[in-house]
């Protein structure tokens, strides 16, 4: 076994590649949630970002394109989650789930054609001086773009729930939905929105993964991040810079078993393997031990406008 | 009083299956405080919605100061002057109070001068209230000022009240009245909905009195009496319950210093409780919701465990012993909430039965159930309890509110409890349903059973208990024989007025 060839700050540039795709997913499903709507169907609008991201970027040529294909039609795939618990007030545990079998489904039939296909991809961003520095050059400046937007993201989310009216009526429509109505609130209209954005933001997680993190298409190539993404924002409390911290802890795991796989660690690589979704679990039930975490009033709970 | 504010004009209201209003027509005047009294079902909520534009109306129309007034949001009718204080579900628990004002405002101000105008309009009206501080910690009479500061900010015309009093002190109540005469003397109109009687004679006016929907008739209050108001009410007279003498027996059931962590991070913790219960008596536990409560009910129903040691019952410990062991014993309890937790809303009358039944009626057997002995025992506490009901396959959802907790106290007293737990036995009961369940009380308790009756209706627990004793914030105080107090000492034992003082403005 060989430490050595273990670079850290290498290590730690690639964790924050890793956890981008769950940041992604996992600040949109917060937004999602403190509206009040528990939308089971990350896994599924990942995986469909990340095929029509790596469609529309093979066929354009560039990788920007596929980004942004990638959110319309994970978005889209949402909305049809939201019309169905928000207007025909179905079960959302159900629809979730079902969410999660189309996308996978879906994206197996449109990904066919592209499988063993390689995607453009995203250039780091090279900022001379900056990027050459030492240590922090490579950890704060040479990342590619994609991975300033989800930091950007959370910050933005941050903001927007802590100090805008709109965000206000967001999370007040997730703590108590029956008294935003009675205050005249268009809770199905707040839920609807947000549902949008979640979806936007998983397809953007997705589409990082077949156009940056791997960089191709294979079938269920999102392989659990969509439920992570939904564990992580419980280890979060809710909380936006929490799910940064649940994002880079669990891509930090990730990316050390796989170091550790190549340094040749005496350890079964499927355990080695299994090792985030462990830790995840672990992280999940101490937080769940210490009682009170912070869960939106309404969450999951069906809205119905009834007098 | 002078013109009218708002005038109503023929509104009539239709769900499915019901009018809920049939061509109401009223005034309120300008400065009046104007109450809305009626059963629960009368009309009186979907009226005010139609006011405050949550609803629309089917036919009628509405005149705000002689110009019509048809709001088809809240936000158009709170611009028109009109705000609304909600029975419940308006305030946000994970919020801030200064938020929750916020979001029941059109334009707010920053955060700063929204707490510093909260500050003002508080400390004006006597409703001292912190701004930052989150809601879900407040007190039951602390969130509603919340609300009402929410409204006064937006110096509304006409300020809709809808039972306000339900979770308040009686001391708490003589401050929110000085508060309300004081906005009245402002010149503002107040429109009251209470089901109350004393208090509407004490505060109001007029009296508008609404019956399944139809106006039954405006008349001024002060002249009439409680009695009269309630038989306008209710449509005929019944009959008030009566104790019937008896003695009672040895202590059947001491719990002492029983202490419990808070079940949530809303809940109540119990803080060294003890209380005794003698075969015969009533035990009335009063105070102002979450107090402690739902959490002492959980505590002796055995749906949480208690510190070895704490609760005895006849004699034998069975702090330690879950619902089932209780039940067997003797302990039987009915929670409140008829429609979840006291009773499964979308099963059957049959099914409910036997869900506490099934061990003391023998409806069991090889862990098989006896459906027809489930459907005899449900049909004898129907015909018992006079219990509204095409038959025992009804879902228990089905039920009006007063049939519904028919069902579940008599439920519970036909299994012959030794000691009934009971808590809130008749809220959002009519009041003759309600009568029928205290009356039912009482006979129990005169066969020889144990009682302990937990109440926010302190009516209702002067009627039934022998003695009385507050929960404030978690702690019981001393039981004390209801011959001996007056409502004033009551009010004191639920915790006064809490740091409130009396508005101290010209």
């Known amino acids: 076994m060989d430490f050595g060839s273990i670079n850290p700050v290498l290590l730690l540039a690639s964790v924050m590649v890793s956890a981008t795709p769950i940041l992604f997913a996992a600040i949109g499903e917060l937004v999602v949630e403190r509206s009040g709507v528990l939308n089971l169907g990350v896994e599924g609008m990942m995986v469909t970002g990340a095929v029509v991201g790596f469609a529309v970027a093979v066929n354009t040529?560039?990788?920007?394109?596929?980004?942004?294909?990638?959110?319309?039609?994970?978005?889209?795939?949402?909305?049809?989650?939201?019309?169905?618990?928000?207007?025909?007030?179905?079960?959302?545990?159900?629809?979730?789930?079902?969410?999660?079998?189309?996308?996978?489904?879906l994206s197996a039939l449109i990904g066919k054609p592209y499988e063993g296909m390689?995607?453009?991809?995203?250039?780091?961003?090279?900022?001379?001086?900056?990027?050459?520095?030492?240590?922090?050059?490579?950890?704060?400046?040479?990342?590619?773009?994609?991975?300033?937007?989800?930091?950007?993201?959370?910050?933005?989310v941050w903001a927007f729930l802590r100090y805008t009216r709109a965000g206000l009526i967001l999370r007040a429509a997730g703590e108590n939905h029956d008294a935003a109505h009675a205050l005249g609130y268009k809770v199905i209209r707040i839920r609807l929105?947000?549902?949008?954005?979640?979806?936007a933001c998983a397809g953007l997680g997705g589409a990082y993964l077949s156009l940056v993190r791997v960089p191709q298409w294979t079938e269920g190539m999102t392989a659990g991040a969509g439920w992570i993404a939904l564990a992580i924002v419980v280890f979060a409390s809710w909380r936006p810079w929490w799910v940064l911290v649940g994002a880079y802890l669990f891509g930090g795991v990730t990316v050390l078993q796989l170091n550790l796989q190549a340094a040749g660690a005496q350890v079964p690589v499927a355990l080695l393997s299994a090792s985030p979704y462990l830790v995840t679990i672990l992280v999940l039930v101490v937080i769940s031990a210490r009682g009170h975490h912070g869960a939106p009033g309404s969450l999951g709970r069906p809205f119905h406008a009834s007098q | 009083m002078a013109d009218a504010l708002l005038r109503l004009t023929g509104l009539t209201k239709a769900y499915p299956g019901v009018v809920a209003n049939d061509d109401v027509s009223f005034d309120i005047g300008e400065g009046e405080i104007h109450a809305l009294l009626g059963e629960n079902g009368a009309g009186k909520s979907t009226l005010v919605k139609m006011i405050y534009g949550l609803v629309t109306p089917d036919s009628g129309a509405m005149q705000l100061r002689g110009k019509t007034f048809a709001p088809s949001e809240p936000s158009e009718a709170r611009r028109a002057g009109v705000a609304m204080v909600f029975q419940h579900f308006s305030l946000f628990d994970a919020l801030s109070v200064a938020e929750n004002v916020a979001l029941g405002m059109e334009a707010p101000p920053p955060t700063r001068d929204l707490a510093r105008r909260i500050r003002e309009v508080s400390e004006e009206y006597g409703l001292p209230l912190d701004p930052f501080r989150t809601v879900g910690t407040l007190s039951a009479g602390e969130r509603q000022r919340v609300e009402i500061v929410r409204c006064l900010l937006q110096e509304p015309q006409l300020l809709i009240m809808d039972e306000p009093t339900s979770v308040l002190t009686p001391q708490e109540v003589e401050i929110l009245f000085a508060t309300l005469r004081q906005l009245k003397d402002e010149g503002r109109s107040i429109l009251y909905i209470s089901h109350k009687l004393d208090e509407i004679r004490a505060l109001c006016d007029t009296a508008t009195i609404l019956r399944q929907g139809q106006k039954v008739d405006t008349c001024t209050p002060s002249e009439q009496t409680a009695r009269a108001l309630a038989e306008m009410m209710v449509g005929s007279s019944f009959e008030m319950p009566e104790g019937r003498a008896h003695s009672t027996g040895d202590v059947l059931l001491e719990v002492t210093g029983l202490s419990l962590a808070a079940p949530g991070a809303f809940g109540t913790p119990l803080r060294d409780v003890s209380l005794s219960v003698r075969r015969g008596e009533v035990l009335g536990v009063g105070g102002v919701a979450g107090n402690g409560q739902d959490e002492l009910?959980?505590?002796?129903?055995?749906?949480?465990?208690?510190?070895?040691?704490?609760?005895?019952f006849a004699g034998r410990d069975i702090s330690r012993a879950g619902p089932m062991a209780r039940r067997d014993a003797g302990l039987l309890c009915a929670p409140e909430e008829r429609l979840g937790h006291a009773a499964a809303p979308d099963m059957s009358l049959t099914e409910n039965a036997v869900l506490t039944g099934a061990r003391r009626e023998g409806l069991v057997s090889r862990g098989l159930i006896d459906w027809s002995a489930a459907r005899g025992f449900a049909q004898k506490v129907i015909d018992?309890?006079?219990?509204?009901?095409?038959?025992?396959?009804?879902?228990?959802?089905?039920?009006?509110?007063?049939?519904?907790q028919k069902f579940v106290i008599g439920r519970e007293i036909l299994q012959?409890?030794?000691?009934?737990?009971?808590?809130?036995?008749?809220?959002?009961?009519?009041?003759?349903?309600?009568?029928?369940?205290?009356?039912?009380?009482l006979d129990l308790a005169a066969e020889g059973a144990a009682i302990l009756v937990i109440s926010q209706d302190l009516d209702e627990l002067m009627q039934v208990a022998d003695r009385f004793a507050a929960l404030n914030e978690g702690r019981l105080s001393p039981a004390r024989p209801v011959s001996e107090l007056s409502l004033e000492k009551i009010g004191l034992m639920m915790g006064g007025a809490h740091d409130m003082e009396a508005a101290h403005h010209a």
């Open chain 1, 118 to 156: 390689k995607s453009p991809t995203l250039p780091r961003i090279d900022l001379g001086p900056l990027t050459d520095l030492p240590v922090v050059g490579r950890l704060v400046f040479g990342h590619d773009i994609m991975v300033y937007v989800a930091l950007a993201l959370v910050a933005g």
């Open chain 1, 61 to 105: 040529g560039a990788p920007l394109p596929g980004f942004a294909a990638a959110a319309l039609a994970s978005a889209v795939l949402s909305l049809t989650f939201g019309v169905l618990t928000q207007v025909f007030l179905s079960n959302q545990v159900a629809t979730g789930l079902g969410l999660t079998l189309v996308g996978l489904g």
């Open chain 2, 384 to 404: 018992a309890f006079d219990v509204r009901t095409p038959g025992t396959g009804t879902a228990a959802r089905a039920l009006s509110g007063g049939n519904l």
């Open chain 2, 416 to 441: 012959r409890p030794d000691l009934l737990v009971v808590n809130q036995p008749t809220w959002g009961v009519d009041a003759a349903a309600a009568a029928a369940i205290r009356q039912a009380l």
């Open chain 2, 297 to 312: 009910l959980a505590a002796l129903s055995g749906e949480r465990l208690a510190p070895a040691g704490t609760i005895a």
């Open chain 1, 193 to 199: 929105a947000a549902i949008f954005f979640g979806g």
